[in-house]
């Protein structure tokens, strides 16, 4: 890099180099001489007798070529000022600006550590090097340096002129190369500012600048300074620079820790560092190492007998680093691509950094080690010849195991692919993250049926799509819970249908699952939950390992911190937790996949899902069994695991419960089983604290379970939004009733009949004689539920579209015979549910189900039965009849003011009343503390618009009004306080006077494990 310095006249050298160059001049006239008279030896003898006739001649000559290098090298270098900063900042100033190239010039290893400390591995590009102070150098290191390499070194002023001189007779011998005489300054000043190519070229023009640079470094810096920056850049061969990478690449110590014998070995490599690499050249090195003590000697460093002893000590290297295996080689290979996305990307085999990473060396070893061995096991059996596994913490997605592969370095199954960041399809382990979509959207609850029956849905361009369980066997009615823990195609299709592709691709991607993109999923269709789109074994981990964090989440991280080499601390952004799904979604999916009880009818009893603490796992099998996985977690521990072929040539037979679930299950146990790892893991020894802990918003309702259906024995969990939602027909309300029930019978226009089903009268306690536990018919749920749609005429099933078209209707001019399908009982227009034809078809298969089994399914309450009938068979049905329930319901009406003591009702006869206390029920199922209820008319239809009131033993009111739409009938009182008190009830009419009987709760129940009550006032008028 060239340089001009101001007014300087032409060819002059600079202020700041004037006086440098007073004591540089001699050396460089003695060296420019010293050419002459090798162009003398080589000139004839004619041409040599002219010029030695002649010495003024040359010595012009010699000053003339002096004068004329010295304005060129001011022209070429500038070191004043010095830069700032440590002297690794000043070499990294030169060598930028002298030595284009990658950054940093003066490059430094990082180290990586796994979380308990322990080296995992050195990362470096052009070499090693760790950048030292001279007081971390073994001061024999140092001596021997200086004895060796320049003798004079603190008492020359950059050049030691005797050994110019020295050089140049040798130099009369070989006129073909001009070499020697450089000092530890000179060979610093060609490691600083001279490019590689440069630094041996055996030209004038290099030593004499070479001469002059080293005289203006001795102006610039001491000399301990020199030696510093001369050590640190000096090649010690076996790509160690440095005495430091030196000291760990041959001895496995710091540079501070060497023996006088391994600091003298060392000392003579900077000569000849590729010859007398000691891993190649043991003898070499060892020779070179008596020159050095022989040359201590000399200069009074150490007696004869003294360097024999040290020579005569044994040197021991440690393992060659470049023969060493890779210690989890594929993690290193994710925390490079890691650490370059992150802000302002250091560069790992430049910049010197300390990694602290997540991994545990441990785990990581088990991992490989159970990987390799289960592929040997399982390999032949299932043609089957590699596998993947990652681990990570729950509740911060620390990496702790990361194996990409059965063999990094075999190349018969690409072992250096990490197919934990390889994209295939996960078959069914991609279906815990629909149905927490599901759940989170609140369209199922695991109480619901979905109805395993064969369905056949058109594709276009292509031939239509009908998707078949594993073992090919239709099951009828199952509950969300038993279609998740077996792993049934039929009813995940209907729950992506009901969804929706967008909605599952959104999700999916908030819980971790980020490369599954839009295309993906459309590409795939509703096959797109079970995998029929690409997805890599380390999102899927991530999503499950959201589902284990209560739904929240947080993106996988390999480092705990990272520093420099001096420990400096570097910033690292903390990522903040995302709530993907509700927390009671996430229970509600790790509540089913650790059922051991229900994935037994498909899976067996003790499948390898099952480990010996609470464990949630999923597996996934795809066609032609291409792929395996299994991915699961405990309360402390998620895990993922591939398993099959890189080349996705297709295994023999494999599953995911017979492929990947015994290598997850034999690393899940050895962890378990490991004291050790529990702690790593912050696991208790207490067995019971590995139980998942439900979150507060969810609760769990027990209910009589039909026949046809296999259900919790405690009773079925439900989100609290879900029951706040379901609050009128009750959470089983898509899944079965427990209840009184009438008849539905349809007789169409061709005189006909039919039971088309039951429908609900009133829901009904536990022990009631009169009750049924009974099936309800799939009336669709999320895009694909009903919706009511407004008619004039059954033949009109249009709503109106201008104001002009809904004046008549809003006036109340429709025909009468419709009011039976009224939607609510304030509706102004008739109305019939509006079934997609999807949805018709799924009812019309329950319908022919339960047919040919001789039972009848629940169509809905009666209140709305006749617009469900309607809505299903159109204008083919005359008339609905609805039978009369199998007692009066008047006997279950509670008349007179009652005091209630937990759930003992006590009645007192009252006179005439609008509303009368059809049914009390204490529970959990409200957000908080509670009086909750609803209003329904005769028929049991709800009604808004209708006040109750609530008075406390303090003579406190407070008036809550029966709710409209979607929540049509309901009030709530919330009780901001749980203390002991007596509330008094009573449903006013519109001039505020009581319209019912007074009741009496005394809160909270007696039996101390409920914290709400549920009212239903029914009114005496349809």
């Known amino acids: 890099m060239a340089h001009t310095f101001g007014n300087d006249p032409q060819g002059a050298a600079p202020p700041r180099l004037q006086s440098g160059l007073r004591g540089a001049r001699l050396a460089a006239m003695v060296a420019i001489l010293g050419v002459l008279l090798l162009t003398l030896a080589g000139c004839t003898a004619q041409e040599q007798a002219a010029l030695r006739r002649d010495t003024t001649v040359a010595t012009t000559i010699a000053q003339s070529e002096f004068e004329r290098r010295v304005a060129a090298y001011a022209a070429t270098y500038q070191l004043a000022p010095r830069p700032p900063g440590d002297l690794q900042a000043v070499a990294e100033s030169y060598m930028r600006r002298y030595q284009p190239g990658p950054e940093p010039r003066v490059f430094e290893s990082s180290y990586v550590y796994d979380r308990k400390g322990r080296l995992l591995a050195e990362l470096f590009d052009e070499g090693r090097r760790i950048w030292v102070p001279l007081s971390s150098m073994s001061p024999d290191l140092v001596r021997a340096i200086v004895a060796t390499e320049d003798a004079s070194f603190y008492t020359n002023a950059g050049v030691d002129r005797r050994r110019i001189?020295?050089?140049?007779?040798?130099?009369?011998?070989?006129?073909?190369?001009?070499?020697?005489?450089?000092t530890i300054t000179m060979q610093l000043a060609r490691n600083l500012f001279m490019p590689p190519a440069e630094r041996f070229a055996p030209t004038l023009d290099r030593k004499i600048n070479e001469v002059l640079l080293a005289q203006e470094l001795t102006e610039l810096f001491t000399k301990d300074e020199i030696l510093e920056l001369y050590l640190n850049l000096a090649y010690f061969g076996h790509l160690a620079y440095g005495p430091e990478a030196a000291a760990r690449t041959y001895f496995r110590k710091s540079a501070i820790a060497l023996t006088t014998a391994e600091a003298t070995l060392l000392a003579g490599l900077p000569q000849q560092p590729a010859n007398l690499d000691p891993f190649i050249n043991l003898d070499g090195a060892k020779a070179r190492q008596r020159i050095v003590l022989d040359l201590m000697v000399r200069r009074g460093l150490l007696d004869a007998a003294e360097a024999d002893r040290i020579f005569a000590e044994p040197i021991v290297l440690a393992a060659d680093p470049n023969r060493q295996p890779a210690l989890a080689p594929h993690f290193l290979q994710y925390l490079r691509g890691y650490v370059a996305g992150l802000p302002d990307a250091p560069v790992l085999g430049r910049d010197g950094l300390l990694l602290y990473t997540t991994l545990d060396l441990d785990m990581q070893t088990l991992g490989e080690q159970i990987v390799r061995e289960q592929v040997d096991a399982l390999g032949p059996r299932f043609a089957m010849s590699n596998a993947a596994l990652v681990a990570l913490k729950p509740g911060t997605a620390e990496i702790l195991t990361m194996v990409g592969s059965a063999g990094f370095d075999n190349d018969a199954i690409d072992g250096q692919v990490n197919v934990v960041l390889r994209e295939r399809q996960p078959g069914s382990a991609l279906k815990p993250v629909l149905y927490a979509a599901a759940f989170d959207a609140g369209i199922i609850s695991p109480a619901t049926v979905l109805w395993d029956l064969s369905t056949t849905w058109p594709v276009t361009g292509t031939k239509p799509y009908t998707p078949r369980n594993y073992d090919d066997k239709l099951r009828g009615p199952v509950t969300a819970r038993m279609a998740l823990a077996n792993s049934l195609n039929v009813p995940a299709v209907k729950v992506m249908e009901g969804l929706g592709l967008e909605h599952f691709r959104k999700t999916a991607n908030r819980m971790g699952v980020t490369g599954l993109s839009q295309a993906d999923v459309d590409r795939a269709g509703l096959a797109a939950t079970l995998g029929g789109s690409e997805v890599t074994l380390f999102d899927l981990a991530t999503a499950y390992h959201t589902i284990a964090n209560g739904g929240s989440y947080l993106p996988p991280s390999p480092l705990l911190r990272m520093t420099d080499v001096r420990g400096r601390p570097l910033p690292l952004t903390a990522p903040k937790p995302v709530q993907a799904v509700s927390p009671a979604a996430a229970w509600l999916v790790t509540d089913i996949l650790s059922d051991n009880d229900a994935r037994t009818p498909l899976f067996g009893?003790?499948?390898?899902?099952?480990?010996?603490?609470?464990?949630?796992?999923?597996?996934?099998?795809?066609?032609?069994?291409?792929?395996?996985?299994?991915?699961?977690?405990?309360?402390?521990?998620?895990?993922?695991?591939?398993a099959g072929n890189n080349d996705g040539h297709p295994m023999?037979?494999?599953?995911?419960?017979?492929?990947?679930?015994p290598i997850w299950n034999a690393f899940m146990e050895a962890v378990i089983a490991d004291p050790t790892l529990r702690r790593t893991l912050d696991a208790p020894d207490d067995d019971a604290a590995w139980a998942f802990v439900p979150p507060e918003d969810v609760a769990r309702v027990a209910q009589p379970c039909p026949p046809e259906l296999r259900c919790p024995a405690a009773g079925e969990w439900f989100s609290r939004a879900w029951l706040a939602d379901h609050a009128l027909g009750g959470p089983y309300a898509d899944a079965y009733q427990h209840a009184l029930f009438s008849r539905v019978e349809v007789e169409q226009n061709d005189g006909r009949r039919t039971v088309a089903g039951l429908c609900l009268q009133q829901r009904a306690a536990v022990d009631d004689p009169d009750a049924q536990t009974v099936?309800?018919?799939?009336?669709?749920?999320?895009?694909?539920?009903?919706?009511w749609r407004y008619v004039d005429t059954l033949a009109d099933l249009e709503p109106p579209t201008t104001a002009a078209e809904a004046a008549p209707l809003l006036a109340g001019a429709f025909d009468l015979s419709l009011r039976p399908f009224l939607p609510t009982p304030d509706a102004r227009r008739p109305a019939v549910y509006a079934f997609t034809g999807r949805a018709v078809e799924e009812q019309r298969a329950a319908l022919a189900w339960a047919g040919a089994r001789d039972r009848l399914l629940v169509l809905g309450a009666c209140a709305e039965v006749e617009g469900i009938v309607r809505g299903l068979y159109g204008e083919s049905v005359r008339q609905v009849a609805i039978s009369a329930p199998p007692r009066a319901l008047a006997t279950a009406v509670i008349t007179g003011t009652v005091t209630l003591t937990g759930t003992q009702i006590a009645a007192v006869d009252a006179g005439p009343i609008d509303y009368a206390l059809a049914s009390v029920d204490n529970d959990n199922n409200c957000p908080g503390n509670y009086v909750m209820g609803r209003v329904v008319n005769q028929t049991g239809a709800p009604v808004g618009g209708v006040t109750v009131q609530m008075v406390d033993q303090w003579?406190?009111?407070?008036?809550?009004?029966?709710?409209?739409?979607a929540e049509t009938g309901a009030f709530d009182f919330p009780l901001y306080a749980a203390g002991p008190r007596d509330l008094s009830i009573t449903v006013l009419d519109s001039g505020g006077n009581a319209a019912s009987p007074t009741v009496t709760l005394r809160y909270p129940p007696e039996d101390g494990a409920s914290r709400c009550y549920h009212l239903v006032w029914r009114g005496n008028e349809g």
Do not use: E, H, I
């Open 165 to 182: 001189a020295g050089a140049l007779l040798r130099n009369l011998a070989n006129p073909d190369q001009l070499s020697g005489a450089s």
């Open 605 to 642: 009893a003790n499948s390898r899902l099952k480990l010996s603490q609470p464990a949630a796992a999923k597996t996934g099998t795809t066609t032609s069994y291409r792929d395996n996985w299994t991915v699961g977690f405990t309360r402390y521990l998620v895990a993922g695991v591939w």
């Open 652 to 661: 023999r037979n494999a599953t995911g419960v017979t492929g990947a679930a």
């Open 775 to 787: 099936l309800a018919a799939p009336l669709g749920f999320g895009v694909l539920a009903p919706r």
């Open 955 to 965: 003579g406190n009111r407070t008036l809550a009004t029966s709710k409209g739409g």
